[in-house]
């Protein structure tokens, strides 16, 4: 609790709280949503704005570019006051809140702005795109768990690129967000040169040819080295630079060895849009893959003869199950002949959030225990339990782990016979693996957008990458499948089954 906060909303809900739609703040001294939102609505009215809402979107920007932005030199105003208020609510000294630009003030508003990476307009002025950022929940100053190069990432956009249309002045904490990875799509884009109306911040179609022709390698200089190693730093590798040295050249050896790809040392295409999205370059080679059809023989040698030798399978279905997904009788013996490996996968349902619970994942341990001894899997074997939806942070914590560790328990009570592994997206498979000792990772990448994949890095113990749904093979053998990556020296997956009597 600090007095100038207490002074800011306490003024805040003198002057406004008659204000049709303003929300009053609480009188509590500490800067947080609430009075952040009020002084959103503040603007707003002083803009002429109305209804008043939370957020500061378009029509707040355009009645601030209207007006030039909150221009040093101007009368005292609410305006002004409300500047003053945001720059206190971030730990600014502004001496008081006078609504005039006084020295104390001016030196706020440049610690901010340098905070923020972001040039002062020439104008003296306090841009629009400025004070959104000020009166945003962003942080603008490096967090305890922060990363000085993913900061230095982070001011660099926010003064490379403000004056495009969609760029706005992100935050500066330190922190690798989806909204970082938004920004450095954007700087992409601008630098392929597409126009305010076709760069989008995201990894799509366009972006991803563009980048085909701007391959990095040790020597190169410029803005290309710079988002290559922005791209780096934002995976926890190198540091930011414009000139691809000999120590990032290293740490991209390091990556490419980590991620399973060809170890050259230089940013070409693939290694860039893995760096960027979680299916990283999906036309490229797989040598595993998994799918919900049966795999008869001719199936089987579409599959080998294209390059795959891992094939990950369903244990086991319920019986009100529409689909047909899981293994057939004599289907292992098939897959084994034609020179394929399996890895099993669990999937009851798992497809929302209410489906986690602790005894959920016992029962469904339970289950998959029972499947996986019936074929005959070997002792060690691990069948990878499927998260199948856009979990958040708080959907892990509070029902995937405890699911999780149902079922690291159901396999412990059925003799520890089969180890658990983790299917979902990036950050769902990390904490899972932290949580619950998880031996292998199957990453859902295709889903780039998830909550847990934009953002995130591969987990350190990856054995498997969903990066493309394709048809393989012709005729009797043609099959529709996803493509996965596979970690050598991670999961082998499963040559053969134990047990007399396993595919009768």
Sequence with gaps: MTSTVLFVQQWLNATYRDVAGYQ?????????????????????????????????????????????????????????????SGLICRGYDVAALDGT??????????????????????DGSFSPKLLKALLSL????????????????QQWLNGQYPARRDFFVGATD????????????????????????????????????????????????GVW????????????????TDVFDPGIAAATRRFQEFAALDVTGQGDFPTWALLMASNGDPDGPGAACDCATTITPARARAL??????????YLDQRPESKLDKKIKPGELDVIFAAGLKVFPISQYAGDSLGYFTRE???????DAHRAAAGYGFPHGTVIYFAVDFDATRADVDGNVVPYFEGVAAGLAAAGHRYRHGVYGARDVCTRVSERTHACFSFVAGMSTGY?????????????????QTLWVGEGDGRIQIDKNTHRPGSDPGVASVTAPGANA
Excluded at 36 to 43: G, I
Excluded at 201 to 215: D, S
Excluded at 304 to 313: A, F
């Design 360 to 366: 959920q994942g016992r029962r469904d341990a339970a």
């Design 24 to 84: 009053p703040c609480p009188e509590d001294g500490v800067p947080g949503r609430a009075t952040t939102f009020a002084l959103v609505r503040a603007l707003q009215h002083e803009l002429g704005i109305a209804p008043l809402a939370d957020n500061f979107g378009p029509s707040t920007l355009a009645a601030l570019d209207l007006r030039g932005g909150v221009r040093r030199g101007e009368p005292a105003s609410n305006l002004v006051r409300i500047v003053q």
């Design 451 to 467: 909550a847990g994949n934009k953002g995130f890095p591969l987990p350190e113990n990856w054995a498997f990458n969903q990066v």
């Design 225 to 240: 080295p710079r988002l290559y190693t922005a791209s780096l730093v934002m995976n926890g590798y190198g540091s930011f």
């Design 101 to 122: 630009f006084g020295k104390a003030t001016d030196a706020a508003i440049t610690a901010f702005t340098t905070d923020s990476g972001a040039a002062a307009p020439a």
């Design 304 to 313: 080998y003869d294209t390059g795959y030798r891992l094939v990950g399978r």
């Design 138 to 153: 962003d942080s603008y100053r490096l967090a305890h768990d922060g990363d000085r190069q993913v900061r230095a990432v």
């Design 174 to 221: 330190g922190r690798v967000s989806r909204d970082l990875v938004t920004a450095v799509s954007y700087a992409i884009q601008f630098e392929l040169g597409m126009t305010d109306d076709n760069a989008t911040g995201t990894f799509g179609p366009a972006t991803r040819a563009g980048l085909k022709t701007h391959p990095v390698a040790e020597g190169d200089t």
